[in-house]
């Protein structure tokens, strides 16, 4: 998946803490379920909490989300479709997709360290002289 709210591994936790630290509804992020080997989780925040609902992909490559009882089932052929109907109001989420979290602000990157060690050996005994 090859999107920049798309989070991969990322704990139904620490999804939680990135939705909900603005105060901002309508946050939202992809992730992969915790539960459910194979199915993305489309976790949006909405008055101080976070609702997840579940993307399917089918057989044939098609997306479906699970979202309020009773919605008809829509098919989308990729996730921005998908994102991009849900970005407008009243299409069956608890509200719409206003703000995409991305991955790439939320975790720190680390760097290599560039320093380089040098090593000295002394094949005659366990101990190195200091120079003064």
């Given amino acids: 998946v090859d999107l920049p709210y798309y989070h991969g591994p990322l704990s139904k936790k620490d999804c939680e803490a990135l939705l909900l630290q603005d105060g901002m509804d309508g946050n939202f992020l992809i992730r992969d379920s915790e539960s459910m080997p194979g199915v993305l989780c ?6 101080n909490f976070v609702y997840t609902y579940r993307i399917f992909k089918d057989g044939r490559g098609f997306y479906n989300i699970q979202t309020v009882e009773g919605a008809p089932q829509m098919l989308f052929s990729n996730l921005k479709e998908l994102i991009s109907t849900f970005e407008k109001p009243n299409q069956g989420l608890v509200v719409q997709l206003r703000h995409p979290i991305k991955q790439a602000g939320s975790r720190p990157r680390w760097r290599r360290s560039q320093i380089q060690l040098e090593v000295f050996t002394n094949s005659n005994s366990d101990y190195v002289e200091v120079l003064p």
Avoid: R
């Avoid at 489309?42 to 008055?47: R, T």
């Fill in 42 to 47: 489309l976790c949006v925040s909405f008055k």
